[in-house]
Nanobody, 121 residues
Framework: EVQLVESGGGLVQPGGSLRLSCAAS????????MSWVRQAPGKGLEWVAQ????????GYADSVKGRFTISRDNVANTLHLQKNNLKLEDTAVYCC??????????????WGQGTQVTVSS
C-alpha cells in the first residue's frame, strides 16, 4: 500500500522559510516521479513542483519559481520542498504526490494527507 506522509508545515512570517518533507513507503520510490501540490482556502488544487525519478529533472509553477526547490533522497525514500521568501498567497495545505512513471508526464496516482502552511504577519 502506497503511503505518503508529509511534515514540516507551520506558521511563518512573510519572507520566511520552511522545509517540507514527505516520507514515502509501499512502493519503489526511486522508480517514480514525485510532485508537490497545494490547495489554498477556497481554491482548487494547484501543482507546485515536480521531480523525475532520478532527481535530475525538475519543474516549477511560475508562482513559485526561484523561491521553492524540490529535491529527493532515493536512499531515505524522502521528498523535500525548500520554500524561501514565502508570501501570503503561499498559505495552503501542501501534499506530496506519486507519479505514474519515471517522469510526471502522466500525472499522479497517489496523494498524501497534506501539511498546513500558513504565511501570516
Amino acid at each position: 500500500e502506497v503511503q505518503l506522509v508529509e511534515s514540516g508545515g507551520g506558521l511563518v512570517q512573510p519572507g520566511g522559510s520552511l522545509r517540507l518533507s514527505c516520507a514515502a513507503s509501499g512502493f519503489t520510490f526511486s522508480n517514480y516521479a514525485m510532485s508537490w501540490v497545494r490547495q489554498a482556502p477556497g481554491k482548487g488544487l494547484e501543482w507546485v513542483a515536480q521531480i523525475n525519478n532520478a532527481g535530475g529533472s525538475t519543474g516549477y509553477a511560475d508562482s513559485v519559481k526561484g523561491r521553492f526547490t524540490i529535491s529527493r533522497d532515493n536512499v531515505a525514500n524522502t521528498l523535500h520542498l525548500q520554500k524561501n521568501n514565502l508570501k501570503l498567497e503561499d498559505t495552503a495545505v501542501y501534499c506530496c504526490a506519486k507519479g505514474m512513471g519515471g517522469s510526471w508526464s502522466r500525472g499522479g496516482d497517489s496523494w498524501g494527507q497534506g501539511t498546513q502552511v500558513t504565511v501570516s504577519s
